[in-house]
């Protein structure tokens, strides 16, 4: 469905930006809250997702171009540079760390039902699994014989199956052998499904938290796509669920979540567009540079993490996320 604004409200949240030191904060770069509400039902308002006085704190920076972000039960971020061939793990000490280099230029990550690592990497071409002793296997690098494009962004369902896109990102025209842009399923048994083959550069992807609809960012065509899934994993009844166009502000419809109540999250011109369930538009979470991914974190899911095109940054949420690999 294609996402129709009425008459809308601005209510206008002014934020502080600070450092990874509390004590330190960043002089006069103050970034601004936007919420659009469409309606008085309290359910759907940015209230209901956002106090006034929470803040977007910058946690690092400096990186080339980071992507990927996702939260382990253990305690930590992951998250990738993808130019620097680098996974770093942002521990809770507020350090960041290597965690993997080379990462095979990893883009995408998740996690598994046993919180395996999953990547979709560019220069290896491949959905990849970190076991727990460390050893990094491959789990899908072909369809039908033919390499891959670059696997980019990926999500597990309940019953273990990976569902990952594989735009063009990351290779060029003479590389690629499939000639279109697919999202896919892989099941536990290892099957690989094509499932989408018609949008312009599929990239994020996520399901609704009753997994009955799929959702997945068309980037260049600059809107989120929803899909019905069917019991036997695939998809039908492809739609327009929301429009994320700006063309005063950098970005595109990038990486994308979904909370306990359905509504969707994602990166885009200008920040974190957040909508509701019906595809209403809620408001918007700016973010001082071009924002490409976002991860829940912390025990409670309720603190968002987002990288920047070279920075991290995070924002306590009243409404917890969808929990990776469930």
């Not at 803040?55 to 130019?83: C, M, R, T």
């Not at 989408?196 to 938290?209: E, R």
């Not at 929803?226 to 063309?247: C, M, S, Y």
């Amino acid at each position: 469905m294609t996402v129709k604004i009425a008459t809308i409200s601005f209510l206008l949240i002014v934020l502080s930006l600070a450092v990874s030191n509390p004590s330190q904060k960043l002089r006069g770069n103050l970034t601004n809250l936007t919420a659009q509400t469409e309606n008085q039902d309290k359910k759907n308002t940015m209230q209901r997702i956002l106090d006034d006085s929470a803040k977007l704190e910058k946690l690092a920076g400096n990186f080339q171009f980071i992507e990927g972000p996702i939260w382990h039960p253990d305690g930590f971020l992951l998250f990738s540079d993808i130019p620097a061939n680098i996974i770093y793990k942002f521990a809770s000490n507020q350090q960041v760390e290597v965690f993997r280099s080379p990462s095979g230029k990893a883009n995408g990550n998740t996690l598994d039902k046993e919180n395996r690592l999953l990547t979709g990497e560019h220069e290896n071409r491949r959905v990849s699994r970190t076991e727990k002793d460390g050893k990094v296997i491959t789990l899908a690098d072909r369809y039908e014989g033919k390499r891959l494009n670059s696997p980019n962004d990926l999500v597990v369902k309940s019953d273990g199956s990976i569902y990952f896109t594989d735009p063009s990102y990351g290779v060029s025209k003479d590389q690629e052998e499939l000639g279109f842009y697919g999202v896919y399923r892989l099941a536990p048994d290892g099957k690989l499904t094509l499932l989408v083959k018609d949008l312009v550069l599929p990239n994020g992807i996520a399901f609704s938290p009753d997994e009955q609809k799929l959702y997945v960012n068309n980037s260049e065509a600059g809107y989120i796509a929803v899909f019905d899934i069917k019991p036997d994993g695939t998809v039908t009844n492809q739609q327009r669920f929301a429009e994320l166009k700006d063309a005063s502000q950098g970005g595109v419809p990038d990486g994308l979540k979904v909370d306990v109540e359905g509504n969707v999250y994602s990166t885009g011109p200008g920040g974190v567009w957040i909508f509701s369930p019906d595809g209403k538009l809620l408001g918007k979470i700016s973010v001082p540079e071009t924002a490409t991914n976002l991860a829940w974190g912390e025990s409670d899911r309720k603190t968002l993490y987002i990288t920047g095109s070279t920075s991290l940054y995070r924002i306590r949420l009243k409404i917890a996320g969808v929990r990776a690999g469930k």
